[in-house]
């Protein structure tokens, strides 16, 4: 099994720059996959980005050029900086992680983060 742990998350300006964490545990070996989410209120879950543990990254249209997702080698720790921030990326992030050996996807507490014009 897989938890996730988030941190980073708070309010800031409209511009700001801002990093999201996920910290990994247990059965990190069997992590093929993670990427992080968002919810707004009233709204869907939708994806941000997401990054292979051969370090493949996809972008949401709405943050490219201004989010960038990272790990670390052993892909235990997630990093999402997001940059150039505006009101509209206002929404509960979560960690997703998809392990291959239990055909299973996991997610987060979730993290808020506030854009104020």
């Known amino acids: 099994q897989v938890q996730l742990v988030e941190s980073g998350g708070g309010s800031v300006q409209a511009g700001d720059p801002l990093r999201l964490s996920c910290a990994a545990s247990?059965?990190?070996?069997?992590?093929?996959?993670m990427g992080w989410y968002r919810q707004a209120p009233g709204k869907q879950r939708e994806l941000v980005a997401t990054i292979t543990r051969g370090g493949v990254t996809n972008y949401a249209d709405s943050v490219k050029g201004r989010f960038t997702i990272s790990s670390d080698n052993a892909q235990d720790t997630v990093y999402l900086q997001m940059n150039t921030l505006k009101p509209e990326d206002t929404a509960v992030y979560f960690c997703?992680?998809?392990?291959?050996?239990?055909?299973?996807?996991?997610w987060g507490q979730g993290t808020q983060v506030t854009v104020s014009s």
């Open positions: 247990g059965s990190v070996f069997s992590i093929a996959l």
């Open positions: 997703h992680a998809h392990s291959i050996l239990y055909s299973k996807s996991y």
